[in-house]
């Protein structure tokens, strides 16, 4: 990527800005980087800024131990400042609660949207399997078994095991494991799971929590229960959309809420 600019630990962050309008930073979940976000950029560059990073740990970017969710808030506070001071925050998945913590911890952000946060609580056992997966997630990647570390992550996500298999057979798989220690770092984010619902209350700006309508039910309660735990809160659903969500569906959606 093209730009580069530096998080108040010294961690460099490489990013890149598409198009001219109203300016929203794009946060990835788990296991993505800025490609993953680019298809999403391209469709809004027309009407407005869109910003792709590559989170600390990842692609272009630098890492610096400790790591702790207050510095990846900072490296956002660092890309506000970088496109002019002020932006919307868009986070997907594990993504969207960091951008939701951003919001709470005070940043210039002037709206947040989310799609699919994954809070465990909404769903039947979610905590429990989140806190096995976080201890062996730990032991993993503290072993050195990078690939165990993605099993883990793709079991979460519901991946049956013919597919995982499958997967560690593909030609991607070795981009998975260069980027598995900051499975690490999107856990945290996750915190235990459980819908943070007094920190969610001091989120002082917008926020448009999106689901999708074929998606499992937990997760659009979620999506509600976002909504309805910030202040300036709203929830849409996107019928036919699962956590898979198409760009084309998207972007409109997104265009509409940065422009009002």
């Given at each position: 990527m093209g730009k580069k600019t530096t998080s108040r630990d010294g961690t460099s962050l490489a990013y890149e800005v598409t198009g001219q309008g109203p300016a929203v930073i794009l946060v990835s979940g788990a296991m993505s980087t800025a490609g993953t976000m680019a298809p999403l950029a391209q469709r809004l560059a027309g009407r407005c800024t869109a910003v792709v990073y590559d989170r600390r740990g990842r692609g272009g970017s630098g890492d610096t131990a400790p790591y702790a969710v207050a510095r990846e808030v900072e490296d956002l506070a660092a890309l506000i400042e970088a496109v002019g001071g002020r932006a919307t925050l868009f986070g997907v998945s594990s993504g969207g609660a960091l951008a939701l913590e951003a919001a709470a911890s005070g940043l210039p952000a002037r709206q947040v949207a989310v799609y699919e946060v994954p809070f465990a609580d909404r769903?039947?056992?979610?905590?429990?399997?989140?806190?096995?997966?976080?201890?062996?997630?730990?032991?993993?990647?503290?072993?050195?078994?990078?690939?165990?570390?993605?099993?883990?992550?793709?079991?979460?996500?519901?991946?049956?095991e013919d597919m995982i298999r499958g997967a560690r057979q593909a030609p991607m798989w070795a981009g998975m494991e260069a980027v598995a220690p900051s499975l690490a770092y999107d856990d945290a984010v996750m915190g235990d799971g459980r819908l943070p619902r007094e920190r969610l209350a001091a989120v002082a700006v917008p926020v448009l929590s999106l689901v999708g309508g074929a998606s499992p039910a937990w997760l659009r309660e979620a999506g509600e229960a976002v909504a309805d735990a910030v202040p300036q809160g709203s929830c849409r659903v996107l019928p036919g959309q699962t956590h898979m969500v198409d760009p084309d569906v998207l972007a409109p959606i997104l265009t509409e809420y940065l422009e009002g």
């Amino acid at each position: 990527m093209g730009k580069k600019t530096t998080s108040r630990d010294g961690t460099s962050l490489a990013y890149e800005v598409t198009g001219q309008g109203p300016a929203v930073i794009l946060v990835s979940g788990a296991m993505s980087t800025a490609g993953t976000m680019a298809p999403l950029a391209q469709r809004l560059a027309g009407r407005c800024t869109a910003v792709v990073y590559d989170r600390r740990g990842r692609g272009g970017s630098g890492d610096t131990a400790p790591y702790a969710v207050a510095r990846e808030v900072e490296d956002l506070a660092a890309l506000i400042e970088a496109v002019g001071g002020r932006a919307t925050l868009f986070g997907v998945s594990s993504g969207g609660a960091l951008a939701l913590e951003a919001a709470a911890s005070g940043l210039p952000a002037r709206q947040v949207a989310v799609y699919e946060v994954p809070f465990a609580d909404r769903r039947e056992g979610g905590v429990e399997q989140q806190d096995a997966y976080s201890r062996n997630l730990r032991r993993a990647l503290a072993e050195g078994r990078r690939g165990d570390a993605v099993e883990l992550f793709l079991r979460l996500t519901g991946l049956g095991e013919d597919m995982i298999r499958g997967a560690r057979q593909a030609p991607m798989w070795a981009g998975m494991e260069a980027v598995a220690p900051s499975l690490a770092y999107d856990d945290a984010v996750m915190g235990d799971g459980r819908l943070p619902r007094e920190r969610l209350a001091a989120v002082a700006v917008p926020v448009l929590s999106l689901v999708g309508g074929a998606s499992p039910a937990w997760l659009r309660e979620a999506g509600e229960a976002v909504a309805d735990a910030v202040p300036q809160g709203s929830c849409r659903v996107l019928p036919g959309q699962t956590h898979m969500v198409d760009p084309d569906v998207l972007a409109p959606i997104l265009t509409e809420y940065l422009e009002g």
